[in-house]
Protein backbone atom coordinates (compact mmCIF):
# COMPACT_ATOMS: atom_id res chain seq x y z
CA UNK A 1 0.00 0.00 0.00
CA UNK A 2 1.04 3.67 -0.61
CA UNK A 3 2.68 5.53 2.68
CA UNK A 4 1.83 8.96 1.87
CA UNK A 5 -1.76 10.43 2.02
CA UNK A 6 -2.57 13.36 -0.33
CA UNK A 7 -6.21 15.16 -0.62
CA UNK A 8 -8.29 13.33 -2.96
CA UNK A 9 -8.95 16.41 -5.38
CA UNK A 10 -8.09 20.59 -5.76
CA UNK A 11 -9.18 22.69 -8.30
CA UNK A 12 -6.75 25.82 -8.89
CA UNK A 13 -7.89 28.79 -11.71
CA UNK A 14 -5.90 28.86 -15.07
CA UNK A 15 -2.43 31.27 -14.49
CA UNK A 16 -2.54 30.65 -10.53
CA UNK A 17 0.38 28.39 -8.79
CA UNK A 18 -1.00 25.41 -7.77
CA UNK A 19 0.30 23.35 -4.91
CA UNK A 20 -0.61 19.96 -4.07
CA UNK A 21 0.32 18.66 -0.75
CA UNK A 22 1.35 15.17 0.57
CA UNK A 23 2.13 13.78 3.92
CA UNK A 24 4.73 11.13 4.41
CA UNK A 25 4.79 9.98 8.15
CA UNK A 26 6.70 7.18 7.33
CA UNK A 27 9.23 8.28 5.18
CA UNK A 28 12.55 6.85 6.01
CA UNK A 29 15.74 8.67 5.72
CA UNK A 30 17.02 6.44 2.57
CA UNK A 31 13.44 7.37 0.55
CA UNK A 32 13.39 10.16 -2.12
CA UNK A 33 10.17 12.01 -2.47
CA UNK A 34 8.88 11.45 -6.21
CA UNK A 35 6.36 13.53 -7.84
CA UNK A 36 4.05 11.76 -10.91
CA UNK A 37 1.31 13.05 -13.09
CA UNK A 38 -1.36 11.03 -15.13
CA UNK A 39 -3.48 13.06 -17.17
CA UNK A 40 -6.69 11.00 -18.42
CA UNK A 41 -5.01 7.42 -18.59
CA UNK A 42 -1.69 8.29 -20.28
CA UNK A 43 1.23 6.30 -18.42
CA UNK A 44 2.30 8.67 -15.20
CA UNK A 45 4.88 11.34 -16.04
CA UNK A 46 8.12 12.06 -13.40
CA UNK A 47 7.84 15.72 -12.69
CA UNK A 48 10.25 16.05 -9.83
CA UNK A 49 12.06 14.21 -6.85
CA UNK A 50 14.12 15.22 -3.64
CA UNK A 51 15.65 13.77 -0.72
CA UNK A 52 15.47 17.03 1.54
CA UNK A 53 16.40 19.96 -0.27
CA UNK A 54 14.03 22.21 -2.05
CA UNK A 55 14.50 21.22 -6.17
CA UNK A 56 13.13 23.12 -8.98
CA UNK A 57 12.93 22.46 -12.90
CA UNK A 58 11.20 23.85 -15.81
CA UNK A 59 7.72 21.62 -14.76
CA UNK A 60 7.67 22.59 -11.17
CA UNK A 61 9.28 23.03 -7.84
CA UNK A 62 9.35 20.84 -4.96
CA UNK A 63 9.49 21.79 -1.34
CA UNK A 64 10.32 19.66 1.34
CA UNK A 65 10.24 20.46 5.10
CA UNK A 66 13.14 19.79 7.51
CA UNK A 67 11.53 16.74 9.37
CA UNK A 68 10.91 15.05 5.81
CA UNK A 69 7.12 14.77 6.78
CA UNK A 70 5.20 16.64 4.54
CA UNK A 71 6.24 17.85 0.64
CA UNK A 72 4.73 20.54 -1.26
CA UNK A 73 4.54 20.20 -5.14
CA UNK A 74 4.48 23.83 -6.69
CA UNK A 75 2.82 24.16 -10.25
CA UNK A 76 4.14 28.24 -10.28
CA UNK A 77 1.28 29.45 -13.45
CA UNK A 78 -1.17 26.47 -14.14
CA UNK A 79 -2.97 25.80 -17.41
CA UNK A 80 -5.63 23.70 -18.67
CA UNK A 81 -3.32 21.14 -19.56
CA UNK A 82 -1.69 20.33 -15.94
CA UNK A 83 -5.14 19.41 -15.07
CA UNK A 84 -4.43 15.81 -13.85
CA UNK A 85 -4.51 13.11 -10.79
CA UNK A 86 -0.70 13.75 -9.01
CA UNK A 87 1.02 11.15 -6.89
CA UNK A 88 3.90 12.01 -4.48
CA UNK A 89 5.53 8.57 -3.82
CA UNK A 90 8.11 7.50 -1.50
CA UNK A 91 10.78 5.31 -2.77
CA UNK A 92 13.67 3.51 -1.67
CA UNK A 93 17.48 4.42 -2.59
CA UNK A 94 17.74 1.50 -4.18
CA UNK A 95 18.69 0.70 -8.11
CA UNK A 96 15.43 0.31 -9.76
CA UNK A 97 12.93 0.27 -7.13
CA UNK A 98 9.48 0.13 -7.55
CA UNK A 99 7.26 2.95 -7.40
CA UNK A 100 3.69 2.04 -5.05
CA UNK A 101 0.93 4.63 -6.33
CA UNK A 102 -1.71 6.09 -3.84
CA UNK A 103 -5.24 7.34 -5.23
CA UNK A 104 -3.32 11.06 -5.95
CA UNK A 105 -4.98 13.82 -5.98
CA UNK A 106 -6.84 14.81 -9.24
CA UNK A 107 -6.27 18.76 -9.92
CA UNK A 108 -8.70 20.88 -11.72
CA UNK A 109 -7.19 23.46 -13.22
CA UNK A 110 -10.30 26.37 -14.14
CA UNK A 111 -10.67 29.01 -16.87
CA UNK B 1 12.78 13.38 -25.97
CA UNK B 2 13.75 9.39 -25.68
CA UNK B 3 10.16 7.81 -25.47
CA UNK B 4 8.93 4.37 -24.55
CA UNK B 5 7.11 2.78 -27.29
CA UNK B 6 3.74 0.42 -26.58
CA UNK B 7 2.00 -2.00 -28.94
CA UNK B 8 -0.48 -2.06 -29.84
CA UNK B 9 -2.67 0.95 -28.12
CA UNK B 10 -5.71 -1.69 -27.41
CA UNK B 11 -6.03 -4.83 -28.10
CA UNK B 12 -9.72 -6.93 -27.72
CA UNK B 13 -9.28 -10.73 -26.55
CA UNK B 14 -11.55 -13.51 -25.81
CA UNK B 15 -11.25 -14.82 -22.30
CA UNK B 16 -8.98 -17.51 -22.02
CA UNK B 17 -6.64 -16.56 -25.18
CA UNK B 18 -3.24 -15.97 -24.76
CA UNK B 19 -2.10 -12.46 -25.17
CA UNK B 20 1.63 -10.75 -25.67
CA UNK B 21 2.07 -6.91 -25.13
CA UNK B 22 4.80 -5.45 -26.21
CA UNK B 23 6.96 -2.72 -25.36
CA UNK B 24 10.13 -0.94 -26.72
CA UNK B 25 12.03 1.26 -23.65
CA UNK B 26 14.13 4.03 -23.93
CA UNK B 27 17.73 2.09 -25.42
CA UNK B 28 20.17 2.74 -22.75
CA UNK B 29 17.62 2.08 -20.17
CA UNK B 30 18.56 -0.81 -18.22
CA UNK B 31 15.71 -1.33 -15.60
CA UNK B 32 12.31 -2.61 -17.40
CA UNK B 33 8.67 -2.41 -15.46
CA UNK B 34 5.11 -3.33 -16.09
CA UNK B 35 2.36 -1.93 -14.08
CA UNK B 36 -1.50 -2.10 -14.72
CA UNK B 37 -4.28 0.51 -14.07
CA UNK B 38 -8.31 -0.78 -14.29
CA UNK B 39 -10.38 1.55 -14.33
CA UNK B 40 -11.08 3.99 -11.86
CA UNK B 41 -8.48 2.27 -9.88
CA UNK B 42 -4.57 2.81 -8.79
CA UNK B 43 -1.95 2.11 -10.91
CA UNK B 44 -0.39 -1.29 -10.01
CA UNK B 45 3.03 -2.47 -10.09
CA UNK B 46 3.47 -5.88 -11.35
CA UNK B 47 6.61 -6.99 -11.99
CA UNK B 48 10.50 -5.01 -12.53
CA UNK B 49 13.32 -6.86 -15.07
CA UNK B 50 16.93 -6.07 -14.63
CA UNK B 51 19.82 -7.92 -16.28
CA UNK B 52 17.73 -10.15 -18.33
CA UNK B 53 15.76 -11.61 -15.03
CA UNK B 54 13.12 -10.63 -12.90
CA UNK B 55 14.26 -8.83 -9.80
CA UNK B 56 10.90 -8.15 -8.50
CA UNK B 57 7.38 -8.86 -8.68
CA UNK B 58 3.93 -8.74 -6.96
CA UNK B 59 1.23 -10.51 -5.95
CA UNK B 60 -0.99 -10.03 -8.86
CA UNK B 61 1.92 -11.56 -11.54
CA UNK B 62 1.64 -14.97 -10.80
CA UNK B 63 2.18 -18.06 -12.41
CA UNK B 64 -0.32 -16.38 -15.92
CA UNK B 65 1.84 -13.94 -15.89
CA UNK B 66 5.12 -13.57 -17.94
CA UNK B 67 7.83 -11.42 -18.82
CA UNK B 68 10.90 -11.44 -22.13
CA UNK B 69 13.06 -9.40 -23.46
CA UNK B 70 13.38 -11.62 -26.26
CA UNK B 71 16.03 -9.55 -28.48
CA UNK B 72 17.58 -6.67 -26.39
CA UNK B 73 15.22 -3.86 -27.79
CA UNK B 74 11.74 -5.37 -26.75
CA UNK B 75 10.17 -5.92 -23.65
CA UNK B 76 6.95 -8.30 -23.31
CA UNK B 77 4.33 -9.20 -21.00
CA UNK B 78 2.86 -12.28 -22.06
CA UNK B 79 -1.03 -13.37 -20.15
CA UNK B 80 -0.99 -16.96 -20.85
CA UNK B 81 -5.10 -17.62 -19.96
CA UNK B 82 -6.69 -14.28 -19.62
CA UNK B 83 -9.53 -13.95 -17.59
CA UNK B 84 -12.61 -10.91 -17.34
CA UNK B 85 -10.53 -9.36 -14.56
CA UNK B 86 -7.14 -9.06 -16.31
CA UNK B 87 -9.12 -6.17 -18.38
CA UNK B 88 -6.96 -2.85 -17.60
CA UNK B 89 -4.42 -0.50 -19.00
CA UNK B 90 -0.89 -2.17 -18.76
CA UNK B 91 2.09 0.54 -18.82
CA UNK B 92 5.31 -0.69 -19.39
CA UNK B 93 8.51 1.67 -17.98
CA UNK B 94 12.28 2.06 -18.03
CA UNK B 95 14.58 3.43 -16.59
CA UNK B 96 18.60 4.46 -15.95
CA UNK B 97 18.44 2.44 -11.93
CA UNK B 98 19.69 5.83 -10.33
CA UNK B 99 18.28 8.29 -8.37
CA UNK B 100 18.81 11.03 -10.72
CA UNK B 101 16.16 10.25 -13.05
CA UNK B 102 12.81 9.34 -12.62
CA UNK B 103 11.32 6.47 -14.59
CA UNK B 104 9.26 6.96 -18.42
CA UNK B 105 6.60 5.26 -19.04
CA UNK B 106 5.01 4.20 -21.90
CA UNK B 107 1.37 5.52 -23.07
CA UNK B 108 -0.15 2.16 -22.22
CA UNK B 109 -1.40 -0.51 -24.18
CA UNK B 110 -5.71 -1.03 -23.14
CA UNK B 111 -6.02 -4.57 -22.71
CA UNK B 112 -10.16 -5.99 -23.30
CA UNK B 113 -10.83 -9.55 -22.22
CA UNK B 114 -14.50 -10.10 -23.38
Known amino acids: DAKTTQPPSMDCAEGRAANLPCNHS???????VYWYRQIHSQGPQYIIH???NNETNEMASLIITEDRKSSTLILPHATLRDTAVYYC????????????FGQGTELSVKP | EPEVTQTPSHQVTQMGQEVILRCVPI?????FYWYRQILGQKVEFLVS????????KSEIFDDQFSVERPDGSNFTLKIRSTKLEDSAMYFC????????????FGSGTRLTVV
Open chain 2, 49 to 56: FYNNEISE
Open chain 1, 89 to 100: IDRLYNQGGKLI
Open chain 2, 27 to 31: SNHLY
Open chain 1, 26 to 32: TISGNEY
Open chain 1, 50 to 52: GLK
Open chain 2, 93 to 104: ASSLGTQTYGYT
